[in-house]
């Protein structure tokens, strides 16, 4: 009969150490997973919040230039109309909106915005217009036009 042998003990000095490693492991995993799912979709939600943005601030500039565009016209036909002070106005607005955007400028838009709006409403006021103000023209889907 052989003789009986005790066990030898294990080079581990804790049971659970495989258990605690594995937790270990899948909250790495988990992190690793969720920054990169995190990442794309916050790239994603950023540009489509931009476009949005980009969007409506394209919108307001573009009233703007399309009353600036009115009142060059009032200018060259009517040499009286408005004065220097009024027709400095316009010029510098024109100006502001020409400059930004596609032209390269490098102006933050929410400037561009205040600045214009500061001006057209102080142009507005020595014309004596009241109540001529952007509103902005919603989603678009209110509206049961046809064409």
Do not use: H
Not at 23 to 32: F, L, P, R, V
């Amino acid at each position: 009969m052989e003789p009986l042998t005790t066990p030898q003990p294990s080079t581990t000095t804790d049971i659970f150490e495989s258990t605690i490693t594995l937790d270990e492991t899948n909250i790495s995993q988990g992190y690793s997973d969720g920054y990169t799912t995190g990442l794309t979709l916050g790239l994603n939600l950023g540009r489509s919040l931009g476009r949005a943005y980009g969007f409506k601030l394209g919108e307001e500039l573009g009233f703007y230039k399309g009353i600036i565009v009115v009142w060059e016209s009032t200018m060259q036909v009517d040499p009286g109309w408005g004065s220097g002070w009024v027709r400095r106005m316009v010029k510098q607005i024109g100006e502001l909106i020409d400059g930004w955007g596609e032209g390269g400028g490098e102006e933050d838009g929410e400037e561009v915005r205040r600045a214009v709006r500061g001006k057209f409403r102080a142009i507005c006021g020595s014309l004596g217009v009241k109540g001529f103000e952007y509103d902005g023209l919603g989603d678009g889907g209110g509206d049961d036009t046809e064409f």
